[in-house]
């Protein structure tokens, strides 16, 4: 079965700092990975997803298959990253999407 | 927004009594979900539907039932509420084709079991 690890509950860091958010997976086939966001007690809204190899709002993440792992990464952060970020991954039918437990991302000025 | 309507936003129930959670999409997706949200659990999936009639269970079904008549509808009942299931529910839909058709989210339904 897929699984999704977000190691870290929260993460502090300062405007301007860079940012990593850590994501591993562990499954056994080739997999499909998003990042999505969470504005306080909003909607989750899509922020990234691997096979289209953007960069949203600053942020950029690389599918490293040997380590497994999709990081999501942004060099300067800012206020308003300040958000719920999970990590999933899309296995097996159903177009289904295994989700990590999250981490709440807090800016400080 | 994705064009899906979650209702209603916020419920309040006693213990034992049946509800049902409704989500509305006018986007004609085939793929519908519905996900609970709660700390340190993430999200997780309850039941989906991969067309009219056509559903199956998430990982964390028990207690629930859903029901989709019509494309569009996708209702979540829980048979008897419990505390256990006083969460955040969220649905989201998903054209398919693996992805290049990632799930979008509605606006969550609050549910508060007494």
């Known amino acids: 079965a897929q699984r999704v690890t977000q190691p870290e509950k929260l993460l502090s860091v300062f405007k301007g700092a860079p940012v990593e958010l850590k994501c591993n997976y562990s499954?056994?086939?080739?997999?499909?990975l998003f990042w999505y966001v969470q504005y306080s007690r909003q909607r989750l809204q899509l922020l990234l997803r691997?096979?289209s190899r953007e960069s949203i709002k600053g942020f950029t993440a690389d599918l490293n298959k040997g380590e497994t792992s999709f990081h999501l990464k942004k060099p300067f952060a800012q206020e308003e990253d300040s958000a719920m970020y999970y990590c999933a991954l899309m296995a097996g039918g159903g177009n289904k999407l295994t989700f990590g437990t999250g981490t709440q991302l807090k800016v400080e000025l | 927004d994705a064009g899906i309507t979650q209702s209603p936003r916020h419920k309040v129930t006693e213990t034992g009594t049946p509800v049902t959670l409704r989500c509305h999409q006018t986007?004609?997706?085939?793929?519908m979900y519905w996900y609970r949200q709660d700390p340190g659990h993430g999200l997780r999936l309850i039941h989906y539907s991969y067309g009219v009639k056509d559903t199956d269970k998430g990982e964390v079904s028990d207690g629930y039932s859903v029901s989709r008549s019509k494309t569009e509808d996708f209702l979540l009942t829980l048979e008897s509420a419990t505390s256990s299931q006083t969460s955040v529910y969220f649905c989201a839909i998903s054209e398919g084709g693996a992805g290049d058709s990632p799930l979008h989210f509605g606006n969550g339904t609050r549910l508060t079991v007494t």
């Open positions: 499954y056994s086939g080739s997999p499909e």
């Open positions: 691997h096979i």
């Open positions: 986007e004609n997706h085939r793929y």
